[in-house]
């Protein structure tokens, strides 16, 4: 009886530890899918903000810069004799204490340049902006943060069964990205960024079960190829993207769980990817970007 009651309770021990050990596993797993969101999200917005940088399109009404001003300093270099106290010590004349006086208060001045840095809240209006003056520098910081992020993201994509074509693609892409902008080659580097971002869908169906991010992606990939076809002014591609912006968006839109949580924001998205597409018939390029503008920011609420 002993015995049967001592291999009962090694049984349930066993089972104990293999449940706690499977809740802990589980407990990691969503840990790690957590983890790879808040990745994801940062390369979805760190490429989109670049791409629409390429262009000088920024997702506020004001930007903070800095600039350096050319300032004229004055310096003086004084000279001067003995002190009067000095003269009458020494026997000299009332005269020539007065003439020593005079000579220490003689000061020789001057002028010096130097350049500061001043930093500025300015205005920025997409329609009063230049496409082609691109900060560079800027850029070049920035990329070479992503970079560092990067190797960081490919060990969890790795641990959360990504394809590995597409994580070793993207680290190419990213690689050629380098080179463009080293190169200041505007048009090969949105192209560049176009192709990176259309590798995020694929992350999100790795991990995440929920449609209406993967659609939400998928949107945006075509947007970014349609603003891609127009910064080279090839329209005709830019409207066969946005249909199919169109198409995949209506995927969100038939989604009745999300759409109770988010009716307002996802019809105003619909309603502003429509905008963008009336636009191309124009053909302008600054009435696009201010649409393609809108559109990103109301997605992104999504």
Not at 13 to 18: M, P, T
Not at 178 to 191: E, F, M, P, R, T
Not at 245 to 254: D, G
């Amino acid at each position: 009886m002993k015995k049967q009651i001592i291999f009962i309770i090694i049984i349930l021990g066993i089972l104990g530890f293999g449940l706690t050990g499977c809740s802990s596993n589980k407990e990691s797993s969503q840990t790690l899918s957590q983890k790879v969101d808040s990745e994801i999200y940062y390369i979805d917005t760190e490429l989109i903000s670049t791409i629409s940088k390429l262009n000088n399109i920024y997702f506020t009404n004001y930007m903070v810069e800095s600039r350096k001003v050319d300032v004229t300093l004055d310096s003086s270099d004084k000279s001067s004799t003995s002190s009067k106290e000095d003269a009458q010590n020494s026997g000299q004349s009332s005269e020539q204490e007065g003439s020593n006086s005079s000579s220490g208060s003689n000061t020789e001045k001057t002028s010096a340049k130097q350049q500061i840095d001043v930093t500025e809240v300015i205005t920025h209006s997409t329609l009063n902006t230049d496409y082609n003056d691109i900060n560079w520098d800027k850029l070049y910081s920035t990329i070479e943060t992503f970079y560092t992020s990067w190797n960081t993201v490919i060990l969890d994509l790795y641990k959360i069964n990504v394809n590995r074509t597409d994580i070793t693609e993207f680290s190419s892409n990213l690689d050629q990205l380098v080179i463009n902008l080293k190169a200041k080659d505007k048009q090969a580097s949105i192209d560049t960024l176009s192709t990176m971002y259309s590798y995020i869908p694929k992350y999100i169906q790795a991990f995440s079960d929920k449609n209406e991010e993967v659609d939400i992606a998928y949107t945006k990939e075509h947007i970014l190829k349609a603003y891609a076809g127009v910064s080279k002014g090839d329209w005709n591609l830019a409207s066969q993207e946005l249909a199919l912006a169109e198409e995949v968006y209506s995927n969100v839109m038939k989604n009745t769980a999300f759409v109770e949580k988010k009716e307002y924001n996802v019809n105003k998205s619909y309603v502003t990817l429509k905008e963008l597409q009336t636009s191309i018939s124009k053909q302008d390029i600054s009435l696009f970007f201010l649409k393609y503008k809108n559109l990103m920011q109301e997605i992104d609420i999504l």
